[in-house]
């Protein structure tokens, strides 16, 4: 964590993260956020028997292809390619298309290899397999630490590192597991900031240059 300026501010994005669990989140942001890995996990299980493969697996194929997608086609290109079909709708990266089909048939149960520079891939595929105590930190979850709806930035380890270091301080002292309080804080800062409002926050913010 010593290598990013982030390692300094683990302890106001911890805070950050706790306040906005306290003040903002809604009983049903809690449910939604609550049920969203058991969720996924109960999916991952049942593909893990229907193409008789790990858990583990299929979580890394699932991962694999979740960059830039959203989580209904995230999943019908995970089943495809599980399935041995060619991906049905678009939306997924072609490059990741051919790393996920690389993790179903090369078996493999991690994606540390395939994804040495994607911290967030590699949660994600250990959250979807049932692992809950690693967290995944997507663009909303660092503006939601941060508490900065502006910022974009790219995580590599050490930055993401101390970025889930905040999230399970925090969850620690709320109680819950890391995974479950980063859906919750995701689910909530979804919805207290839109994507349409945040772009056009950015675009005031950049001149309207249209740089976001």
Not at 45 to 70: K, L
Request: hydrophobic letters at 40%; one cysteine or more; aromatic letters at 8%.
């Amino acid at each position: 964590m010593t290598g990013s300026p982030l390692t300094a501010e683990i302890p106001r994005m911890t805070s950050n993260l706790r306040q906005l669990y306290r003040r903002h989140a809604t009983v049903a942001d809690r449910d939604t956020g609550l049920m969203w890995y058991p969720k996924a996990h109960r999916i991952v299980c049942d593909w893990a028997h229907t193409y008789d493969r790990s858990i583990t697996n299929v979580a890394c194929v699932i991962a694999a292809v979740s960059p830039q997608i959203d989580w209904p086609r995230n999943l019908i290109v995970a089943d495809d390619i599980l399935a041995g079909r060619s991906p049905s709708v678009g939306g997924c990266l072609p490059a990741n298309v051919c790393k996920a089909e690389r993790v179903r048939d090369e078996r493999v149960s991690t994606l540390l290899d395939i994804f040495p520079h994607g911290p967030k891939v590699n949660h994600f595929a250990r959250n979807l397999a049932g692992d809950f105590s690693v967290v995944t930190v997507d663009s909303h979850g660092l503006q939601a630490a941060l508490d900065d709806v502006l910022s974009i930035r790219t995580l590599r380890w050490s930055a993401y590192t101390a970025v889930a270091s905040a999230y399970i301080r925090a969850a620690a002292q709320l109680a819950l597991q890391p995974a479950d309080l980063q859906a919750i804080i995701w689910v909530t800062w979804k919805r207290l900031h839109p994507t349409a409002q945040k772009r056009q926050s950015r675009r005031v913010w950049s001149g309207d240059l249209g740089e976001y």
